[in-house]
Protein backbone atom coordinates (compact mmCIF):
# COMPACT_ATOMS: atom_id res chain seq x y z
CA UNK A 1 0.00 0.00 0.00
CA UNK A 2 1.44 3.65 -0.66
CA UNK A 3 -0.32 5.32 2.14
CA UNK A 4 -2.22 7.25 -0.25
CA UNK A 5 -5.85 6.87 0.67
CA UNK A 6 -8.96 7.94 -1.65
CA UNK A 7 -12.75 8.31 -1.02
CA UNK A 8 -15.50 7.25 -1.57
CA UNK A 9 -14.34 3.89 -3.65
CA UNK A 10 -17.32 3.35 -5.57
CA UNK A 11 -19.72 6.35 -6.37
CA UNK A 12 -23.01 6.67 -8.48
CA UNK A 13 -24.29 10.22 -9.77
CA UNK A 14 -26.74 11.56 -11.90
CA UNK A 15 -26.08 13.44 -15.40
CA UNK A 16 -25.74 17.05 -14.40
CA UNK A 17 -25.15 16.56 -10.96
CA UNK A 18 -21.85 17.56 -9.03
CA UNK A 19 -19.16 15.17 -7.72
CA UNK A 20 -16.11 15.99 -4.50
CA UNK A 21 -13.77 13.28 -4.40
CA UNK A 22 -10.82 13.32 -1.72
CA UNK A 23 -7.41 12.15 -1.53
CA UNK A 24 -5.36 12.02 1.53
CA UNK A 25 -1.82 12.15 0.22
CA UNK A 26 1.33 10.32 1.36
CA UNK A 27 2.88 11.35 5.02
CA UNK A 28 5.49 14.03 4.15
CA UNK A 29 4.15 14.83 0.12
CA UNK A 30 2.97 18.12 -0.11
CA UNK A 31 2.15 17.78 -4.15
CA UNK A 32 -1.04 15.88 -5.49
CA UNK A 33 -1.81 15.03 -8.99
CA UNK A 34 -5.20 13.45 -10.38
CA UNK A 35 -5.71 11.32 -13.14
CA UNK A 36 -8.73 10.10 -14.90
CA UNK A 37 -8.57 6.77 -16.33
CA UNK A 38 -11.61 5.49 -19.03
CA UNK A 39 -11.94 2.02 -18.88
CA UNK A 40 -9.48 0.45 -21.00
CA UNK A 41 -7.37 3.35 -21.56
CA UNK A 42 -4.20 4.68 -19.25
CA UNK A 43 -4.35 7.75 -17.13
CA UNK A 44 -5.08 11.05 -18.15
CA UNK A 45 -3.54 13.74 -16.30
CA UNK A 46 -6.32 16.64 -14.89
CA UNK A 47 -4.30 19.06 -12.42
CA UNK A 48 -1.71 18.61 -10.21
CA UNK A 49 -1.18 20.68 -6.61
CA UNK A 50 1.70 22.20 -4.75
CA UNK A 51 1.28 24.17 -1.41
CA UNK A 52 -2.25 24.85 -2.14
CA UNK A 53 -2.27 25.93 -5.57
CA UNK A 54 -2.84 24.64 -8.77
CA UNK A 55 0.61 23.80 -10.59
CA UNK A 56 -0.37 22.53 -13.78
CA UNK A 57 -3.54 21.36 -15.64
CA UNK A 58 -4.23 18.81 -18.16
CA UNK A 59 -6.76 19.09 -21.48
CA UNK A 60 -9.69 19.11 -19.20
CA UNK A 61 -12.53 21.43 -19.30
CA UNK A 62 -13.34 24.20 -16.18
CA UNK A 63 -15.99 22.09 -14.58
CA UNK A 64 -13.04 19.79 -13.32
CA UNK A 65 -11.93 21.92 -10.36
CA UNK A 66 -9.47 21.36 -7.02
CA UNK A 67 -8.50 22.21 -4.01
CA UNK A 68 -5.52 21.42 -1.55
CA UNK A 69 -5.71 21.61 2.11
CA UNK A 70 -2.86 23.05 4.49
CA UNK A 71 -2.51 19.29 5.43
CA UNK A 72 -1.98 18.75 1.33
CA UNK A 73 -5.12 16.87 1.44
CA UNK A 74 -6.93 17.38 -1.68
CA UNK A 75 -10.36 17.59 -3.28
CA UNK A 76 -11.41 16.94 -6.93
CA UNK A 77 -14.85 18.52 -7.70
CA UNK A 78 -16.71 18.09 -10.77
CA UNK A 79 -19.89 20.38 -12.07
CA UNK A 80 -22.55 19.22 -14.25
CA UNK A 81 -21.53 15.59 -14.83
CA UNK A 82 -21.79 14.33 -17.91
CA UNK A 83 -21.94 10.68 -19.23
CA UNK A 84 -18.39 10.40 -20.51
CA UNK A 85 -17.28 11.11 -16.90
CA UNK A 86 -17.70 8.15 -16.03
CA UNK A 87 -14.25 6.41 -14.62
CA UNK A 88 -11.58 5.70 -12.33
CA UNK A 89 -10.07 9.03 -11.12
CA UNK A 90 -6.93 8.18 -9.42
CA UNK A 91 -5.20 10.75 -6.76
CA UNK A 92 -1.23 10.77 -6.81
CA UNK A 93 1.16 12.39 -4.07
CA UNK A 94 4.85 13.32 -4.69
CA UNK A 95 7.50 15.30 -3.68
CA UNK A 96 7.46 18.37 -6.47
CA UNK A 97 11.17 17.19 -7.12
CA UNK A 98 11.09 13.51 -6.52
CA UNK A 99 10.02 11.96 -9.45
CA UNK A 100 8.23 8.94 -7.95
CA UNK A 101 4.44 9.94 -7.90
CA UNK A 102 2.44 6.99 -5.29
CA UNK A 103 -1.38 6.26 -6.56
CA UNK A 104 -3.88 5.73 -4.19
CA UNK A 105 -6.54 2.99 -5.41
CA UNK A 106 -8.85 5.39 -7.30
CA UNK A 107 -12.70 6.39 -6.65
CA UNK A 108 -15.34 4.58 -9.43
CA UNK A 109 -17.21 7.02 -10.54
CA UNK A 110 -20.38 5.49 -12.57
CA UNK A 111 -22.36 8.76 -14.44
CA UNK A 112 -26.00 7.38 -15.12
CA UNK B 1 0.18 15.11 -31.01
CA UNK B 2 2.79 13.56 -28.84
CA UNK B 3 1.59 10.30 -27.31
CA UNK B 4 2.63 7.04 -26.06
CA UNK B 5 1.86 4.27 -27.40
CA UNK B 6 1.97 0.28 -26.95
CA UNK B 7 3.04 -2.15 -30.06
CA UNK B 8 0.61 -5.05 -28.33
CA UNK B 9 -2.78 -4.76 -26.11
CA UNK B 10 -2.19 -8.36 -24.67
CA UNK B 11 0.51 -10.72 -23.78
CA UNK B 12 -0.07 -14.22 -22.64
CA UNK B 13 3.14 -16.23 -20.86
CA UNK B 14 3.66 -19.34 -19.19
CA UNK B 15 4.58 -18.94 -15.71
CA UNK B 16 8.19 -19.08 -15.54
CA UNK B 17 9.10 -17.60 -18.73
CA UNK B 18 10.44 -14.37 -19.26
CA UNK B 19 7.67 -11.29 -20.62
CA UNK B 20 8.54 -8.40 -22.68
CA UNK B 21 6.44 -5.96 -22.61
CA UNK B 22 6.94 -3.27 -25.64
CA UNK B 23 6.13 1.12 -25.74
CA UNK B 24 6.77 3.37 -28.77
CA UNK B 25 7.25 7.10 -27.39
CA UNK B 26 6.94 10.16 -29.86
CA UNK B 27 7.59 13.30 -27.45
CA UNK B 28 11.65 13.52 -28.31
CA UNK B 29 11.50 15.86 -25.23
CA UNK B 30 10.88 13.34 -23.01
CA UNK B 31 13.43 12.82 -20.92
CA UNK B 32 12.29 10.35 -17.57
CA UNK B 33 10.20 7.18 -18.14
CA UNK B 34 8.48 4.96 -15.74
CA UNK B 35 6.72 1.76 -16.17
CA UNK B 36 3.94 0.69 -13.53
CA UNK B 37 1.37 -2.19 -12.98
CA UNK B 38 -2.00 -2.03 -12.36
CA UNK B 39 -4.08 -4.59 -10.76
CA UNK B 40 -7.92 -4.98 -11.09
CA UNK B 41 -9.23 -2.89 -8.39
CA UNK B 42 -6.38 -0.42 -8.06
CA UNK B 43 -3.86 1.75 -8.63
CA UNK B 44 -0.87 1.98 -10.98
CA UNK B 45 2.11 0.70 -8.64
CA UNK B 46 5.32 2.09 -9.98
CA UNK B 47 7.80 -0.84 -10.97
CA UNK B 48 11.13 1.17 -12.05
CA UNK B 49 12.44 4.03 -13.87
CA UNK B 50 14.69 4.85 -16.26
CA UNK B 51 16.34 8.74 -17.58
CA UNK B 52 16.99 9.74 -21.00
CA UNK B 53 20.77 9.74 -20.19
CA UNK B 54 20.36 5.94 -19.52
CA UNK B 55 20.22 2.93 -21.77
CA UNK B 56 19.30 -0.06 -19.09
CA UNK B 57 18.65 0.00 -15.55
CA UNK B 58 17.37 -3.30 -13.67
CA UNK B 59 15.49 -3.82 -10.83
CA UNK B 60 14.50 -7.32 -8.83
CA UNK B 61 13.32 -9.66 -11.88
CA UNK B 62 12.47 -6.56 -14.30
CA UNK B 63 14.80 -4.48 -16.66
CA UNK B 64 13.95 -1.40 -18.45
CA UNK B 65 15.89 -0.97 -21.38
CA UNK B 66 15.57 2.76 -23.62
CA UNK B 67 16.69 3.12 -27.50
CA UNK B 68 16.33 6.94 -28.01
CA UNK B 69 17.10 6.37 -31.55
CA UNK B 70 14.20 4.74 -32.09
CA UNK B 71 11.64 6.07 -28.98
CA UNK B 72 11.40 3.27 -27.91
CA UNK B 73 10.75 1.49 -24.26
CA UNK B 74 10.62 -2.16 -23.23
CA UNK B 75 10.30 -3.73 -19.63
CA UNK B 76 11.74 -7.41 -19.44
CA UNK B 77 9.71 -9.13 -16.26
CA UNK B 78 12.29 -12.55 -15.55
CA UNK B 79 10.32 -15.87 -14.33
CA UNK B 80 6.98 -14.72 -14.98
CA UNK B 81 4.31 -15.32 -11.81
CA UNK B 82 0.90 -15.39 -11.81
CA UNK B 83 1.48 -12.62 -9.31
CA UNK B 84 2.92 -10.69 -12.23
CA UNK B 85 -0.74 -10.62 -14.01
CA UNK B 86 -2.10 -7.31 -14.47
CA UNK B 87 -2.01 -4.34 -17.07
CA UNK B 88 1.13 -2.58 -17.51
CA UNK B 89 1.74 1.23 -18.67
CA UNK B 90 4.45 2.89 -19.92
CA UNK B 91 4.33 6.43 -18.54
CA UNK B 92 6.74 9.49 -20.13
CA UNK B 93 7.45 13.13 -18.61
CA UNK B 94 8.66 15.90 -20.66
CA UNK B 95 11.95 17.75 -19.75
CA UNK B 96 12.05 20.55 -17.71
CA UNK B 97 8.78 22.09 -16.51
CA UNK B 98 7.61 22.85 -13.02
CA UNK B 99 5.09 20.15 -12.73
CA UNK B 100 5.06 16.16 -12.56
CA UNK B 101 2.57 15.39 -15.67
CA UNK B 102 3.15 12.24 -16.72
CA UNK B 103 1.44 10.99 -20.03
CA UNK B 104 0.18 6.98 -19.86
CA UNK B 105 -0.11 4.66 -23.08
CA UNK B 106 -3.12 2.31 -22.99
CA UNK B 107 -1.44 -0.47 -21.49
CA UNK B 108 -0.39 -4.37 -21.86
CA UNK B 109 -2.82 -6.57 -20.57
CA UNK B 110 -0.15 -9.33 -19.09
CA UNK B 111 -1.41 -12.75 -18.49
CA UNK B 112 0.67 -15.59 -16.45
CA UNK B 113 -0.49 -19.29 -17.30
CA UNK B 114 0.17 -21.77 -14.33
Known amino acids: ETGVTQSPTHLIKTRGQQVTLRCSSQSGHNTVSWYQQALGQGPQFIFQ???????GRGNFPPRFSGLQFPNYSSELNVNALELDDSALYLC???????????FGQGTRLTVV | GESVGLHLPTLSVQEGDNSIINCAYS??????FIWYKQESGKGPQFIIDIRSNMDKRQGQRVTVLLNKTVKHLSLQIAATQPGDSAVYFC?????????????FGKGTLLTVNP
Open chain 1, 92 to 102: ASSLLLNTEAF
Open chain 2, 91 to 103: AEKPQGGSNYKLT
Open chain 1, 49 to 55: YYREEEN
Open chain 2, 27 to 32: NSASDY
